[in-house]
């Protein structure tokens, strides 16, 4: 993905022909993923699926909950402008259908997130863009986010 900046220097995705629908889905309040109907969803997005290599994948809407498989914590601010949110969390989150997307963790003490935290998309509407971020689950019982690799 390419990068713009805001006005303040805050760095944005910069949507192109192939990831605009996942833009379009953000602004819906929707976390939309390619799917493959052999290999189901993949992430990020690209032009083939990335198991098969097929191009019959379409566009669709995923549960935008998932875990946080793991994580890292911004205490300094190494983006000047957005030194006044730190610190907070950086997470790859694992969503229920499978993909892991990166993402800010919002909403959240950094201190108290763990792996396994279940989290749920979250939006954020930066101009004429919206931008994913995740936050925990609003009912910690709907999803148990257990990892193998981490049990
Ligand atoms: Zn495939």
Redesign the pocket.
């Known amino acids: 993905m390419g990068l713009q900046h805001t006005e303040s220097g805050r760095p944005l995705p910069l949507p192109n022909p192939t990831t605009q629908p996942y833009f379009d889905g953000a602004k819906e309040r929707k976390l939309r993923m390619q799917r493959?109907?052999?290999?189901g969803f993949?992430f990020y997005p690209r032009s083939r699926?990335?198991?098969?290599?097929?191009d019959d994948?379409s566009w669709e809407d995923t549960s935008g909950r998932g875990s946080v498989h793991s994580f890292t914590v911004d205490r300094i601010g190494h983006v000047p402008a957005l030194r006044e949110l730190a610190p907070f969390a950086i997470a790859i989150v694992e969503l229920e259908e499978g993909p892991r997307i990166t993402a800010r963790l919002v909403d959240v003490d950094a201190d108290s997130v763990e792996v396994g935290l279940a989290v749920e998309a979250s939006y954020e509407d930066v101009g004429d863009m919206t931008v994913v971020h995740f936050r925990p689950a609003s009912s910690a019982t709907s999803a148990p986010a257990t990892s193998p690799a981490f049990a």
């Open positions: 493959c109907p052999r290999d993949f699926c990335p198991v098969c290599l097929g994948w």
